[in-house]
């Protein structure tokens, strides 16, 4: 009779663990953070993903790469990546974070509503809403800056006044829930200000 106990707790507990793909399903174990960083179809910066990518998954986050499409994707300095998720399909209450990636191509979501409305969904639930490089244009033209601090590649920085934002120049700025970068060479300490923000 132990025996067969002992085998249906376990079968149980496996069970349970398939069902929840966000963590363990014992009662009272930590959730593992889950981030999707959005790519264009092409032309990211190579940095950008790879960096923070890399040290999200050293603190044991759960990352998924979503695109407009899930073909092969180049980034700007040759990095090849394919995207697990089509941003269509993205729903902002499966994440702790929603994180737009720059790069040339990045200027793609400027204007992409599908975008913004992810961006809106991920802020008006509190959760963290991270860009970088160009980038945070997207989030601007989103209308979530609006009265926030906020920091863009410089040569974009007219874009976020223009819609409200409190441009600050700094590498990394983060005010609230909302993390954004200035480009390649602040990619460390932006993934670093996410980690921080995040609790682990």
């Not at 067969?4 to 009272?28: D, N, W």
């Not at 910066?45 to 073909?71: C, H, N, Q, W």
């Not at 902002?92 to 790069?103: K, R, S």
Request: proline residues 4%; contains cysteine; glycine residues 8%.
């Amino acid at each position: 009779m132990k025996k067969i106990l002992t085998v249906l707790s376990l079968l149980i507990l496996f069970c349970g663990c398939r069902s929840c793909p966000q963590g363990f399903a014992q009662e009272g174990a930590p959730m593992k953070k889950r981030i999707v960083m959005i790519i264009p179809e092409d032309q990211f910066r190579d940095e950008e993903l790879l960096r923070p990518k890399e040290m999200f998954i050293k603190k044991g986050i759960y990352v998924s790469i979503a695109s407009t499409t899930t073909d092969k994707v180049k980034g700007m300095l040759g990095a090849e990546v394919v995207p697990d998720a089509l941003i269509e399909n993205v729903r902002a209450v499966d994440f702790d974070v929603v994180l737009f990636v720059g790069g040339i191509g990045a200027s793609q979501y400027w204007d992409d509503q599908t975008a913004h409305q992810l961006a809106n969904e991920a802020n008006n639930s509190g959760r963290i809403v991270a860009a970088i490089c160009i980038a945070p244009v997207t989030l601007a033209r989103a209308g979530i800056l609006n009265g926030k601090r906020a920091t863009v590649y410089p040569s974009d920085s007219k874009e976020l006044t223009a819609k409200g934002a409190d441009y600050t120049g700094r590498p990394v700025e983060r005010d609230d829930n909302i993390i954004t970068a200035s480009g390649p060479e602040s990619a460390g300490e932006f993934a670093q200000t996410i980690i921080d923000a995040l609790n682990i």
